[in-house]
């Protein structure tokens, strides 16, 4: 299976602050690479799709770029409803593995 | 609207099975291949295996071989992943989830999740 990395684990960071969430695969995957937003308690969200699509009615705030093995999500200002934790995932080839989740929390 | 709606949380013993509907509406059942992931408590998504509503193939993550079943109901809209010789490690919620088109894409609509506990 395709291994997909992550990084940081956690972030912290304040309202309004501008914050890139990076994901590594082991072996190209362009473009299939999705974004997704889980809140506790909640399924996630789909945010971003062929690595830079943003999903509809998901804030213009979010934007994914990247090819090969390297993509990021940006969030360009941060709001107080967009503290979650976040997941990469890969679907070029059956496993379609997540990465481990970035928890994006208040500084 | 597109809705996935899962059967309630089970309590199950070890070595026993589970069996998890989602039932979907709002789009033709059929158009939309369905992928289950699970999330085991304070872990990262899990992805488990796909099931074609339309045709019934389905494929599973290697480490659910032999252990999962996935299956539809076309005259109900649903889709079931039963899991077989349950242990401790399989107590985790269990979502299913619609792909946007068929082939590989990404996941647009999910369940409301099931939570399986595995306890003696």
């Known amino acids: 299976d395709i291994q997909m990395t992550q990084s940081p684990s956690t972030l912290s960071a304040s309202v309004g602050d501008r914050v890139t969430i990076h994901c590594r695969a082991n072996?190209?995957?362009?473009?299939?690479l999705a974004w997704y937003q889980q809140k506790p308690g909640k399924a996630p969200k789909l945010l971003i799709h062929?690595?830079?699509s943003l999903e509809s009615g998901v804030p213009s705030r979010f934007s994914g770029s990247g090819s090969g093995t390297d993509f990021t999500l940006t969030i360009s200002s941060l709001q107080p409803d967009d503290f979650a934790t976040y997941y990469c995932?890969?679907?070029?080839?059956?496993?379609?593995?997540f990465g481990q989740g970035t928890n994006l929390e208040i500084k | 609207q597109v809705n996935l709606v899962q059967s309630g949380a089970e309590v199950k013993k070890p070595g026993a099975s589970v069996k998890v509907s989602c039932t979907t509406s709002?789009?033709?059942?059929?158009?939309?291949?369905l992928h289950w992931v699970r999330q085991a408590p304070g872990q990262g998504l899990e992805w488990m295996g796909i099931?074609?509503?339309?045709?019934?193939?389905?494929r599973y993550a290697q480490k659910f071989q032999g252990r999962v079943s996935m299956t539809r109901d076309t005259s109900t809209s649903t889709v079931y992943m039963e899991l077989s010789s349950l242990r401790s490690d399989d107590t985790a919620v269990y979502y299913c989830?619609?792909?946007?088109?068929?082939?590989?894409?990404?996941?647009?609509?999910w369940g409301q999740g099931t939570l399986v506990t595995v306890s003696s």
């Open positions: 989830a619609r792909i946007r088109y068929n082939g590989y894409d990404a996941l647009d609509y």
């Open positions: 709002g789009y033709t059942f059929s158009s939309h291949y």
């Open positions: 099931i074609n509503p339309s045709g019934s193939s389905t």
């Open positions: 072996q190209s995957i362009s473009p299939s």
């Open positions: 062929k690595a830079s």
């Open positions: 995932q890969q679907y070029d080839s059956y496993g379609f593995t």
